[in-house]
């Protein structure tokens, strides 16, 4: 993954008085809504009789070898419930996982402001470059007993409330050097299961980033019953984006919301939730993973743009030419394989603002060519000059997936990533389509 992720009224929830102390604050949905997804089967957001919120999940991923230019005190702390730092990393040791210096520096404070904030502080271990040694941690009895011991300590010297696995991907191939097994699945769900009956474990909040297909299972295939992982996860995010790029055959859209519609079907929220579902995983434990990036591509004006001069989609592009994207967008080089690497390509929401396409307020700039993909329910944008079409997300693609999120009864959204001077239009496109706001009760 490119560490790589839009979501109905005020709210006025009755609750008994409790005696004054701190108090408790939280994002919840608006009390019109409560009744009814409590009554339904798969909604993970309500009020307590006893005062309590419970929150929907309003997750992000802070990525922390970027701290030093984006410390936590630049985090919007009010606009979610979880954040998740990105990323620890699998070693050859299973004692051991690896962080980054400007990591281990900035895990402390991170984890600090997550408690004054009253927002839950997760860790992620793996990542696209990080998961190499996960199949060798959980290969035997011996190593899995090794690696709950070395999550326990994680979550103790850090002070954590919870643990994310990132392993991209059990049973298959990510980057190209991972080692892999055909029982990594079987073996991830014994872990988790040994995990939780540690104390530690038993009361930290477990977390998966997940494929938009199930877990495969020892023939390669995908799962069809994962409801075992839903008794010791507290929730998956899908991510569900990089489904189309400089890989793909022609342009498409990074995180499409639908399939069903589009002349190629590669995958969606939609396919991916249904999938998930369909082999056992609650709908109220699944987040859905959103992006706020894009990726570029090198489109002629003669393939991009109709006779009418209308932008038009699934156009070839040149593969040969990956335009670079923002400040942040990685270099040509080498990887962790040895393998040449092309430049990314990736234009974070705020990089297309500062890169000419988007004005402040997230419209398309002047002389920009806009276009929305009704099937994907997601944006292009268009630079005739230089030739580059961007596929990403907007507030109204955002607005989209939060309306998803609650018609599915979904338990929330999970955002890669999170800085950035304009991601706010995205984060409160989802939340106000989702009717989240924050309150604070005493307890």
């Not at 994680?154 to 050097?177: A, H, M, T």
Request: hydrophobic fraction near 40%; aromatic fraction near 10%.
């Amino acid at each position: 993954m490119l560490f790589f992720i839009q979501i109905a009224s005020a709210i006025a929830l009755v609750l008994p008085q409790v005696a004054a102390a701190s108090p408790k604050c939280g994002l919840v949905p608006p009390s019109n809504s409560v009744a009814s997804l409590e009554s339904s089967s798969g909604s993970g957001v309500s009020s307590t009789g006893s005062g309590e919120l419970t929150d929907v999940l309003a997750n992000g991923w802070y990525p922390g070898w970027l701290a030093n230019d984006n410390p936590p005190s630049n985090i919007s702390w009010s606009k979610y419930t979880t954040l998740t730092f990105a990323f620890a990393t699998t070693t050859p040791d299973v004692n051991t996982v690896a962080l980054d210096s400007i990591s281990q520096q900035a895990l402390p404070e991170f984890v600090s402001q997550a408690a004054a904030n009253n927002v839950s502080a997760i860790l992620s271990i793996g990542g696209w470059s990080g998961s190499m040694y996960y199949s060798n941690a959980m290969a035997t009895a011996q190593n899995r007993s090794a690696f709950v011991q070395t999550v326990v300590n994680l979550v103790n010297n850090y002070s954590l409330d919870g643990i994310e696995f990132d392993w991209e991907y059990p049973g298959k191939q990510g980057i190209g050097c991972n080692t892999v097994s055909s029982t990594d699945s079987a073996n991830f769900l014994s872990f988790l299961q040994e995990l939780r009956q540690n104390p530690t474990g038993a009361k930290i909040s477990l977390a998966a980033a997940v494929s938009i297909t199930p877990f495969v299972g020892s023939g390669g295939q995908p799962m069809t019953d994962v409801s075992a992982f839903a008794k010791v996860l507290d929730y998956i995010s899908v991510m569900n984006y990089d489904i189309w790029g400089s890989w793909s055959p022609t342009v498409g859209p990074n995180a499409p919301l639908n399939d069903t519609c589009a002349p190629v079907q590669d995958g969606s929220a939609v396919s991916a939730v249904k999938a998930w579902i369909a082999a056992g995983f609650p709908a109220d434990q699944i987040s859905l993973g959103v992006a706020a990036y894009g990726h570029s591509f090198d489109v002629s004006n003669a393939n991009a743009l109709s006779s009418s001069k209308s932008l038009r989609l699934y156009p070839p592009f040149n593969a040969a030419d990956q335009p670079h994207g923002d400040s942040q967008d990685a270099q040509a080089g080498t990887d962790e394989c040895g393998n040449p690497t092309p430049v990314g390509g990736i234009f974070n929401f705020w990089g297309l603002v500062d890169g000419g396409f988007l004005n402040t307020n997230g419209t398309a700039a002047n002389g920009i060519d806009y276009t929305f993909d009704n099937c994907s329910q997601t944006p292009f944008v268009y630079n005739p000059t230089s030739d580059v079409m961007v596929s990403y997300d907007d507030a109204t693609s955002f607005a989209a997936k939060g309306r998803f999120i609650n018609d599915m009864g979904l338990k929330g959204f999970s955002i890669w990533h999170i800085l950035g001077d304009y991601n706010n239009i995205l984060l409160d496109s989802i939340s106000n389509a989702m009717g989240i706001e924050s309150v604070c009760l005493s307890s």
